[in-house]
């Protein structure tokens, strides 16, 4: 720590060169970051205790399949269920087809099911009287420039009315609120429905439904609890699969992209690039030094502190480099999502990406600063200083 | 004054940026026919020739910095096409499998096959409308299909995992309509039983998706009976008997789309007009091929945005390892440089020989990034959930020649920006100054 100002002087010995080497290192974790953060959010979807402790239960033969209404009482007696509620899909898109909406048709209890999604008691109670009423994400209402007691015309892509119109009105009695931002933004983007509405209105239902949820007691118990339901249909014509949210949500999302060999693949190509880069600067830096160096050897010291030095050296510059980085790609992220109306999600680099990343940088550090401070270890002060080194 | 300068130099950078992206590769082609031209030609010209030469002569000696500049680039280059592959090869799966001679019918507001409803008089109206190709036997070449989703366990996962892949319940109608498709192991289903067959990119992503082999739907077994190919959005599904596939999924006699074959590609105009005309319709009518462009779209910009940014990022890094190599280069030979415009060399034989020399090497870094690219990616396979489908559509990344020369585009302009101010100032360095730099 004694010898910090000699080093920082070493580092910025050539400004511009230690200026344009570092850019390259803040765009390269700056990426990392970024994408980093992508790769997390997509292994954390659904990851919260909530989602441990809630099953789906969907159709086996595929989940646009439904399920027969009579189910609810038989999961209710199951051992171990506290809470059943039910949904289906609506389908809903608003002007235009392919204006799509995350819309359900959900149960009366639906939301005693998600703490994550938060509603003023004023705004459940009037879901609750309003056969029309809908509640709607406040990002969704943003999108639209919606407000609590618009009437909406929605038109559904899949259900029609018993005239066969596929207009449906609804009535926005309130918003939902995002419990927390980072972890369940998607509930922003919801537009819930009353399934009383739904199934009363289109011919084409009947009592069926298209997926349960239910809360066990205890997350522990979540599998067996899952056994027990699916037994339960077992060999009928309309056998159920039920995993909890957490596994569902990760199978889901594995099919909408493999970004795990996406990241990586690009991580790759990325820290090659930077190692060659800051590399080379590392090594133009201390050729340059070498009479420098040979003079600190002649005054007394060591060749092991020599190295010390230079590999002190490469890893500031790259911790420097690194943190600007990932602290910009912390600002970054938000600001995209924000920008885009959350239509584009890049979330923040979280205390992993953060961890992950200063190990990266110290370890490149170490890699970039090893030839060099090897080279300036075992400098011949004579040949050195004779300038034949 | 500096200042101004470097403002100049700016502005410039900008406007050759923006003309270089809109540039077709013939301008490309007529811009360096210009520049050789040029350098053979006028007396400036040959200068700049000779400086160049000394300049790349002396590569060798500095292949470890030079280095630095080509595999930076390659780095941006092969990152960024292969990202825009996916997006190619995405948008041509879907392209291919429309064609403007066949047109689909969904109900009225209906974005996907699979939300669309079809009567049993639906059908037969939409038979009857002029416009429709006939068979030899005089009917209508139209096929009533049934999409649904079917969850299977999904290749190489340890648990029991499960993903979902489109079903198409079709009858010989199917495969009249759509030439394309052929069988490439075993047989046919037989109409009536529960078999199957699979399509070649199905069968990649889902277990047990082999001729002579049993898979569960639901509470009941089918068999495979063989495999078909047909380069397209299909090669993703699997294919059954349209009865059979209604019963198991309790759809009666309704089907969810249309699709008939256009006695030519002139006659949608009125085969639309039609349908819309009759007032016991409710239905929209697309040509496959918008229908099929029309599902690619959002997926394609997307993939593309993600390519470019990542990409930009990725060259902005890359730029200024370039300046940085430049900059040491135009330091170790500022002697050599000024010795030069001492003896009369004006500045800018120097300039260019500097930005030959980084452009050169940019080349190659693009040269090696696209080829990377193209040897390790061409024709992988990658898979996602399509949008407007109930399944994983599986495609094959595509390295097209386009991609390959917007790579080399970009590693060129990375390389001019990288040269350009070394190269001014090698040029506008003192002379003096410059030679009494050790």
Redesign the interface.
């Given at each position: 720590m004694k010898y910090l100002h000699l080093i920082w002087a070493a580092l910025f010995r050539r400004k511009?060169?230690t200026v344009?080497?570092l850019?390259?290192?803040?765009?390269?974790f700056?990426?990392f970051g970024?994408?980093d953060a992508v790769r997390t959010s997509f292994d954390q979807a659904g990851q919260s205790a909530n989602g441990a402790s809630r099953l789906q239960t969907g159709?086996?033969?595929?989940?646009?399949?439904t399920l027969p209404m009579a189910l609810t009482q038989r999961l209710q007696s199951v051992d171990g269920v506290k809470l059943v509620t039910y949904a289906n899909w609506f389908?809903g898109?608003y002007q235009d087809?392919?204006n799509?909406v995350f819309s359900f048709a959900v149960a009366p209890n639906y939301l005693d099911m998600y703490p994550e999604m938060v509603v003023t008691d004023q705004a459940k109670q009037a879901f609750a009287t309003t056969r029309i009423g809908a509640l709607v994400g406040e990002g969704l209402a943003k999108r639209f420039n919606w407000k609590v007691g618009d009437k909406i015309p929605l038109?559904s892509?899949?259900f029609p009315d018993r005239n066969?119109s596929?207009n449906w009105q609804f009535e926005v009695v309130g918003l939902i609120h995002a419990a927390d931002k980072k972890s369940s933004g998607w509930y922003d983007q919801l537009f819930l429905l009353n399934w009383k509405y739904f199934d009363d209105t289109t011919p084409?239902n009947q009592g069926a439904v298209g997926w349960y949820v239910t809360r066990v007691a205890d997350a522990n118990q979540a599998d067996r609890v899952a056994k027990a339901i699916d037994a339960i249909s077992?060999?009928?014509?309309h056998?159920t699969?039920t995993q909890t949210e957490q596994a569902a949500m990760a199978?889901w999302m594995?099919?909408?992209?493999?970004i795990g060999l996406?990241v990586s693949?690009?991580m790759g190509?990325?820290f090659?690039?930077?190692l060659?880069?800051s590399g080379?600067?590392m090594?133009?830096a201390v050729r340059e030094r070498t009479s420098e160096i040979a003079v600190l050897k002649t005054i007394g010291f060591s060749g092991r502190s020599v190295l010390a030095m230079v590999l002190a050296e490469s890893v500031l510059l790259l911790v420097i480099g690194g943190v600007i980085g990932l602290a910009l790609a912390s600002v970054i992220g938000p600001a995209v999502s924000a920008g885009s109306g959350g239509t584009l999600r890049l979330p923040a680099a979280g205390l992993n990406s953060w961890a992950t990343g200063v190990g990266l940088m110290v370890l490149f550090g170490v890699i970039v600063g090893a030839l060099p401070a090897l080279n300036a270890m075992r400098l011949n002060i004579t040949d050195a200083l004779a300038g034949r080194a | 004054m500096k200042f101004l300068k470097n403002l100049g130099l700016v502005l410039l950078l900008v406007l050759v940026l923006v003309a270089w992206v809109m540039l077709p590769w013939v301008g490309a082609l007529g811009l360096a026919v210009l520049l050789a031209l040029w350098m053979f030609l006028t007396r400036r010209g040959a200068q700049a020739r000779s400086v160049t030469g000394v300049g790349v002569s002396t590569l060798p000696q500095r292949i470890?910095?030079s280095?630095?500049i080509v595999?930076?680039i390659a780095?941006?280059v092969?990152?960024l096409v292969?990202?825009l592959a996916m997006a190619e090869g995405y948008s041509e799966t879907l392209r291919k499998s429309g064609s403007e001679d066949t047109a689909i019918v969904l109900r009225?507001?209906?974005?996907?096959e699979?939300?669309s409803?079809m009567t049993r008089d639906d059908i037969t109206q939409i038979g009857q409308a002029p416009g429709v190709a006939k068979s030899a036997k005089g009917e209508p070449l139209l096929s009533a299909e049934t999409v649904?989703?079917?969850?299977l366990p999904?290749k190489g996962t340890k648990t029991d995992?499960?993903?979902?892949v489109q079903?198409r319940g079709v009858g010989d109608e199917a495969f009249a309509v759509r030439p394309q498709i052929r069988i490439v192991a075993g047989r046919k289903f037989q109409a009536g039983l529960k078999e199957l067959i699979v399509g070649q990119g199905a069968a990649r992503q889902f277990e047990g998706l082999e001729p002579g082999k049993q898979i569960r739907?639901?509470?009941q077994m089918w068999t495979v009976t063989g495999v078909f190919a047909s380069g397209d959005s299909m090669e993703s599904e699997l294919w059954a008997d349209a009865p059979v596939v209604a019963d198991?999924?309790?759809r009666g006699a309704s089907r969810n789309s249309v699709t008939v074959k256009l006695t030519d590609a002139s006659a949608f105009k009125e085969f639309k007009a039609a349908l819309e005309a009759n007032p016991q319709l409710?239905v929209d009518a697309t040509t496959t091929l918008a229908f099929f462009a029309?599902q690619s779209e959002q997926m394609t910009k997307i993939l593309r945005i993600i390519g470019i940014v990542?990409g930009s990022?990725?060259a902005?890094?890359?730029v200024?390892?370039a300046?940085?190599?430049m900059?040491?280069a135009v330091a170790t030979r500022a002697r050599e440089i000024a010795t030069l415009r001492a003896i009369g060399f004006p500045g800018l034989p120097v300039v260019v020989a500097v930005m030959l020399e980084t452009m050169l090497l940019a080349a190659i870094g693009g040269i090696i990034g696209g080829g990377i690219a193209y040897l390790i990616f061409n024709g992988h396979s990658?898979?996602?959930?399509a949008a407007g489908s109930?399944g994983?559509l599986s495609f094959e990344l595509r390295v097209s020649g386009q991609l390959l020369w917007e790579g080399l585009k970009w590693a060129l302009a990375i390389g001019f920006i990288g040269g350009l101010f070394p190269a001014v100032r090698a040029a506008s360095l003192p002379v003096t100054t410059a030679l009494r730099e050790l």
């Open positions: 511009l060169r344009l080497t850019v390259s290192i803040i765009t390269a700056l990426l970024l994408l159709s086996r033969l595929s989940f646009i399949q389908g898109a087809p392919h799509q038109q892509t899949i066969g596929k084409y077992a060999n009928s014509d056998e699969r199978s594995k099919q909408v992209a493999d996406i693949s690009i190509a990325v090659f690039t930077l060659l880069l080379n600067t090594m133009q | 470890g910095s280095a630095v595999v930076g780095g941006v092969g990152v292969a990202l009225g507001a209906s974005a996907a699979v939300a409803v649904v989703a079917a969850n999904v995992e499960e993903g979902s079903m739907l639901g509470s198991t999924y309790r409710k029309k990542v990022i990725m902005v890094g890359a200024f390892g300046l940085n190599t900059f040491a990658a898979s996602t959930m109930v994983k």
